[in-house]
Each structure stands twice: as C-alpha cells, then as structure tokens.
C-alpha cells in the first residue's frame, strides 16, 4: 500500500501545480473531472472531521493546513480515484472495504490512521474503497512497474478549485495530499489515544 501512496503523493503535486483557475460552477468547492464537490458537502465533512479529531483528543492544528483544506484535498483525490476506477472498470467488494478499514497504518489504531489522512467516520468507506482501487489499478498497470502509470493516469484528471480556497501547496501536497498522507502528521498522539476505539 506504501508505493500507491508515494505514487499519488506525486500524482496530487503535479495536480496541485496544475489545476486551472477557469470559472467555477456556483456553489462549488471544486470540479474535478466530471464531479462537483459542493461548498455543503465539505463544510458538512470539515465539520464531522473536526468532530472526530475532537473526540479522539486530536489537535487539528497538526494538520498543517486549516481542516477544510485538507478535508477538500481529501475530497479531490477520492473523486479521481473513483473516476480511474470507473475508466479501468475496477471494482472494490465490501468485503475488500471492510479489510482495509482494519489497517492501522502506522499507528496501532484504524481509526486514528484515518483521522491521520483527513477522513471522518462517516467518509472511511469512500475513503477505504479508493484505497484499495487504486491498488488494484496499479496492479493492473503492472504492479510496482506500473507506478508511473498510475501517476499519470492521476494527474490526467485535473482539479478545478474554487479561488476562495486560494493556491494550494505543492509541497503540502507531495508530503500530504490527503488521500495518501504522511500520517507523521499526528507523531504525538499519545498510545493511549492511539488504542482508544471509535465510538457511535
């Protein structure tokens, strides 16, 4: 799983870079591809995000960024995901889903690996899905040598961001493109937090 994110860490640089400044559809936070992500859909996950990070007794100025920023880059990379998939015809089982959400990534605990990488409760099978398609498609490109791939089938489909959200970071993008992050993000969460189960 660590070369799908370091191939879409660099795949969400050259979109970050990339993305046009052309005019955005009214109440849009972004366009990507063919999808809309609507300013209601990333205020409700900033919320349910900030939400989660507060339960977990995380502080969300670790993220690096202001939380609605990183949750809409979160947003951004899901929806190319699912695009690729759609484009490649690769279909992800719930069963699949469901053993994606048991990863801890690199912490002891499923559920702070996916606060990790701006993924609220109620985002994590979106989230788990896109992760385990782009795996897949990778694998179908040819595995490890089908990496480049990947990146530039990830960068063909460029962000449209509305300008309120300013220019997003190359290099925050690169290290934390959200989707597949750098989960050092949260290096000082504590054991206890880290083994603390979800609830509701």
Known sequence: MKSIRVAVAAAAAVAALTACSSPMQAGAAAVVGNERISMGKLNNDTQAYLAALKKAQLDETALGVPANQAVLQRLVNVSVSRQLMDRH???VSETEIDTALKDPGQFQSPEINLLANGVAPSDARDYARAMVGLTK??????????????????SSIKPVFNPRFGTLNAQRSEQNPA????TGRFGKVTQQQAQQPAQG
């Open 89 to 91: 015809k690769v279909q």
């Open 137 to 154: 498609l990778q694998q179908q490109f040819g595995g490890q040598a089908g990496q480049e791939r990947l990146i530039q089938e990830f």
């Open 179 to 182: 989707l597949f992050v750098d």
